[in-house]
């Protein structure tokens, strides 16, 4: 009798204690139900799932997804590439309210938010592309040669853009301002009680290759760092509760470690390690890149304890049948990805699972597979 109350006792102490514990933070949960997730398989994510699909766009409640498998991604992308110019809607044509609208029912419905961001050019107005930039100023530095100003043309190199939006640069207070812009959207993206929605967060992503203006080729690896500092500091210190931070280059293939550790922002400024993954060569190169790939990644994931998962993938316009499951799914199954998240579906071009794509029957039949995750199977994951 005694026995059984100085149990109950501390069975009630105990509980008092869990109860006590601070609460954990939107973003906290968020990491911890990734982990939790991690542990029974890999889920599906697509980009812009909610908006359009191959042969659709802009129909409420409507997704390639679910009328391909029966269910959402658990997954849902979105892009803020506009939001910095105050634009209505961003670079491939969503409202930001629509977008604001389809985060807040996702996420009511149990599922992961990632946010990716393509703004454009702060310093010369173009798009987040900037070999174009480039090229039409090798051209104009023709010119300047010519008429002896030479030092004047280099002032305007697209490769100096992030040095110009630095601390001490002349586009600093323009891109504070673009910051503040993606703080406030970020910040109307609340649950019904009113509590921050967590996000995945993917800034200054595929930075080693040069194609975006914060590429390896048109900036150093201090301004690189400069810059992923201080948009985390600004982000975090208006949304300190809700943002998880994904660091996701590019495929590569030949990475050495150190060569891939030169741009990590850090452990404490990171909690996913993503990767963008297309085919765009040959099926025989994309095999072996992805695989040495997601063999450091791993490595370098275990060392620094972080979450691994493919941010950006697939195929375009679906031209071999079997290439999920046949060249896609052997890979990464070799390894613990969160999830993977193929790009947009739209009418030009699409990337992710779709009735009226070619590979259709292989992806429905891949995703009756336990450990491939789709909404019904994460939602109840706390
Ligand atoms: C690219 C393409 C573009 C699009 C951009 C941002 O990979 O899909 O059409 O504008 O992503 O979503």
């Known amino acids: 009798m005694r026995l059984r109350s100085v149990l109950t006792i501390t069975l009630l102490t ?16 968020l990491i911890g139900r990734l982990k939790k997730i991690v542990k029974t398989g890999y889920m599906y994510g697509h980009q812009d799932d909610p908006f359009y699909g ?3 766009d802009w129909d409420m409640d409507r997704s390639d997804t679910k009328e391909l498998v029966g269910d959402y991604p658990a997954v849902m992308g979105f892009d803020l590439g506009g939001i910095e110019m105050g634009d209505a809607k961003n670079l491939d044509s969503v409202p930001f309210q629509r977008m604001h609208d389809e985060i807040v029912r996702h996420h009511e419905r149990g599922g992961i938010i990632t946010i990716s961001w393509h703004p454009r050019n702060p310093m010369i107005g173009t798009t987040a592309w900037i070999e174009k930039d480039i090229e039409e100023y090798e051209k104009a530095m023709v010119k300047f040669k010519e008429a002896g100003l030479e030092s004047l043309g280099k002032q ?21 301002q673009w910051l503040g812009r993606v703080a406030d959207f970020m910040k109307s993206l609340t649950d019904q009680k009113g509590n921050p929605i967590p996000v995945i967060f993917r800034p200054w992503h595929e930075n080693n290759g040069s194609w975006f203006w914060w590429g390896q080729k048109n900036c150093s690896d201090e301004e690189y760092h400069e ?6 500091d600004y982000i975090n210190s208006q949304l300190p509760t809700s943002i998880v931070w994904s660091f996701s280059p590019n495929l590569q293939g030949n990475w050495a470690e150190e060569e891939w550790m030169k741009r990590y922002p850090g452990d404490d400024r990171v909690d996913l390690i993503g990767e963008d993954a297309y085919q765009w060569g040959t099926e025989a190169d994309f095999k072996r890149q992805l695989d040495a790939d997601l063999q450091l990644l791993t490595q370098i994931c275990e060392k620094h304890d972080k979450l691994l998962a493919m941010t950006e993938c697939g195929y375009q316009n679906s031209p071999d049948a079997t290439w999920w499951q046949r060249v896609f799914k052997p890979i990464i ?16 071009e699409h990337f992710g699972a779709s009735k009226e794509a070619n590979t259709a029957d292989d992806f429905k039949a891949w995703s009756k597979q336990k450990n491939f995750l789709f909404l019904n199977d994460i939602k109840k994951v706390k």
């Open 54 to 56: 191959i042969s659709w």
């Open 333 to 348: 199954e070799k390894y613990k990805i969160a999830y993977f998240l193929p790009w947009r579906n739209y009418k030009k």
């Open 14 to 29: 105990v509980c008092m204690c869990v109860a006590d514990a601070a609460p954990k933070t939107p973003r906290e949960q």
């Open 156 to 176: 305007i190199d697209p490769r100096l853009t992030v040095r110009s939006i630095l601390k001490g640069g002349r586009k600093y207070d323009r891109f504070q």
């Open 227 to 232: 810059l992923w500092n201080m948009t985390q």
